[in-house]
C-alpha cells in the first residue's frame, strides 16, 4: 500500500481537531452558530500551522445542513460532496500561480455563478501577496461587494506585503506558532493511533525541531518513522536529525568534483534510504560549501571555522580544487531549496536536480 505522509493522513476534518488555534477556531465556530458570517477573511501565520486546513472546514461548516457547533457535521449530503476535493463549490486558488489581473477578472467572471447544491461558495486565494498591483485592484471591485452566497478567505504568510485596502476589507486572524507541549501530545495520539511506540523524550525532540509548524513536525516524525521499525527513541531521532558527518561531505563533494554523476545519484540515495532528514542534509551542504569558500577566500581560514587541526587540512585541501565562483555558487543552490525542499512531495528528486544543475557551470543562479 502505498505510504500516505502523516500530515495528509491527519488533516483535521472539524474545528475541534484543529491546535493551537482556538482563539480562531472559536470565533468561527461561534460566527456559524450565531449565523453571522462575514464575507472576506485574512487569515495570516508562518508556514504549516493550519491557514488552509481551517479554511477547508470553514468552507464545509458553512455548508453544513447540520453544523455541531459549528463544525461540519461530515455526514449530511453537503459535506459528503464537499468532502471531494474537486467540489466546484469550495475553489482553492493558488495567487503565486495566477496573479495576473486578466487571472483576477476570470475569477471575477466566475463568482458571477450561483453554487452548485450548497448555499456558499468559498473561494480560498493562497499565497494572496503574490498578486501584482492590478490583480489586486481588481479583487478590492470583488470584495467590496462580493454577492451574498460568495465568501473569501484570503490567505498569506506575508500579511505585510498586502495594501491597506484589501486588509480594510477583511477579517483578520493570525494563526500561532504552535507549542511544543500542543505538538507533543498531537504525536502521542497520532503514533497511538500507528500503533508505533514511542519514549516522551524522544518525541520532544521532533517537536522542538519542527519549530512550531504542524507540517514540519510531522514530516519530521515521518522521517523517524521511516527510519526505525520499532520503537521511536532519543538515540533514534538524534540520528535522523543529526548533522552529518564531515567526511560523507568530503565525499560528495569529490563527486561534484567529479562530475560523476552515476555516484551521485548513488549516493542520494544511500542518504535517503538511510532515512535521514534531506532537508537536514542540503542544510548542511550549504554550510559545507560555506567552510570551502571561506578557506580559499579568507586570509586566516580557521579563526572562523575554528575546526580541529586534522579537519581543516582536509577541507582546505579539497577547497583548493574549486574556484570562488563554483563554491558561490552552491551555495545558493544549497541553500535557497531548503524551503522548496519541505514542501516538495518528492524531496529526493529535487535534490537530485538541483546536485547534478551544481555541475553545469554555466548554471544561472536566479539572483535574488
Ligand atoms: N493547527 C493545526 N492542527 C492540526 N494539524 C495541523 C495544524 N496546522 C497544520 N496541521 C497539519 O499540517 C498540514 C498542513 O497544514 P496547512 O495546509 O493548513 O498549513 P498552512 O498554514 O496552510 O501552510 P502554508 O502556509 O504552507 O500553506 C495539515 O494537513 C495538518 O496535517
Ligand atoms: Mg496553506
Ligand atoms: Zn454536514
Same mark, same amino acid.
Given at each position: 500500500? =502505498? %505510504? +500516505?505522509?502523516? %500530515?495528509?493522513? %491527519? @488533516?483535521?476534518?472539524k474545528f475541534e481537531d484543529v491546535i493551537g488555534q482556538d482563539h480562531i477556531t472559536r470565533a468561527l465556530q461561534n460566527q456559524i452558530v450565531l449565523n453571522k +458570517?462575514?464575507? $472576506?477573511?485574512l487569515f495570516t501565520g508562518s508556514r504549516g500551522i493550519g491557514k488552509t486546513t481551517? *479554511? @477547508? +472546514?470553514? *468552507?464545509? $461548516?458553512?455548508? /453544513?445542513?447540520n453544523n455541531k457547533n459549528g463544525s461540519p457535521c461530515g455526514e449530511c449530503a453537503t459535506c459528503k460532496q464537499l468532502e471531494n476535493e474537486s467540489n466546484i463549490n469550495i475553489i482553492e486558488i493558488d495567487a503565486a500561480s495566477n496573479n495576473k489581473v486578466d487571472d483576477i477578472r476570470e475569477l471575477r467572471e466566475k463568482v458571477k455563478f450561483l453554487p452548485v447544491n450548497a448555499k456558499y461558495k468559498v473561494y480560498i486565494i493562497d499565497e494572496v501577496h503574490m498578486l501584482t498591483d492590478s490583480a489586486f485592484n481588481a479583487l478590492l471591485k470583488t470584495l467590496e461587494e462580493p454577492p451574498s452566497y460568495v465568501i473569501f478567505i484570503l490567505a498569506t504568510t506575508e500579511a505585510h506585503k498586502l495594501p491597506a485596502t484589501i486588509l480594510s476589507r477583511c477579517i483578520r486572524f493570525d494563526f500561532k506558532l504552535v507549542s511544543i507541549n500542543a505538538l507533543v501530545k498531537l504525536l502521542q495520539s497520532i503514533l497511538d493511533n500507528e500503533n508505533i511506540s514511542y519514549d516522551n523524550d524522544a518525541l520532544k525532540i521532533i517537536a522542538s525541531s519542527g519549530e512550531g509548524s504542524v507540517r514540519d513536525t510531522l514530516s519530521i516524525a515521518d522521517c523517524v518513522i521511516a527510519y526505525t521499525n520499532g520503537k521511536i527513541?532519543? =538515540?533514534i531521532v538524534e540520528k535522523v536529525l543529526g548533522t552529518t558527518d564531515n567526511q560523507l561531505l568530503i565525499n560528495f563533494f569529490d563527486l561534484i568534483l567529479n562530475k560523476d554523476v552515476g555516484g551521485i545519484l548513488q549516493f542520494i540515495n544511500k542518504i535517503d534510504n538511510e532515512g535521514k532528514n534531506l532537508s537536514v542534509f542540503v542544510k548542511d551542504l550549504a554550510k559545507y560549501a560555506r567552510n570551502l569558500l571561506i578557506c580559499t577566500? /579568507?586570509?586566516?581560514?580557521?579563526? +572562523?571555522?575554528?575546526l580541529t587541526q586534522e579537519e581543516f587540512e582536509k577541507i582546505k585541501e579539497q577547497s583548493n580544487k574549486f574556484t570562488e565562483n563554483q563554491l558561490i555558487n552552491y551555495m545558493q543552490i544549497f541553500a535557497g531549496c531548503e524551503n522548496e525542499l519541505r514542501y516538495t512531495l518528492s524531496p529526493r528528486l529535487l535534490l537530485e536536480t538541483l546536485t547534478l544543475n551544481a555541475l553545469n557551470e554555466n %548554471?544561472?543562479?536566479?539572483?535574488n
Open positions: 500500500m =502505498e %505510504y +500516505i505522509s502523516l %500530515y495528509r493522513k %491527519y @488533516r483535521p476534518k +458570517i462575514g464575507h $472576506a477573511y481551517v *479554511a @477547508r +472546514i470553514f *468552507a464545509k $461548516a458553512v455548508n /453544513c445542513e527513541t532519543k =538515540e577566500s /579568507c586570509k586566516s581560514p580557521n579563526e +572562523i571555522l575554528n %548554471y544561472d543562479v536566479k539572483k
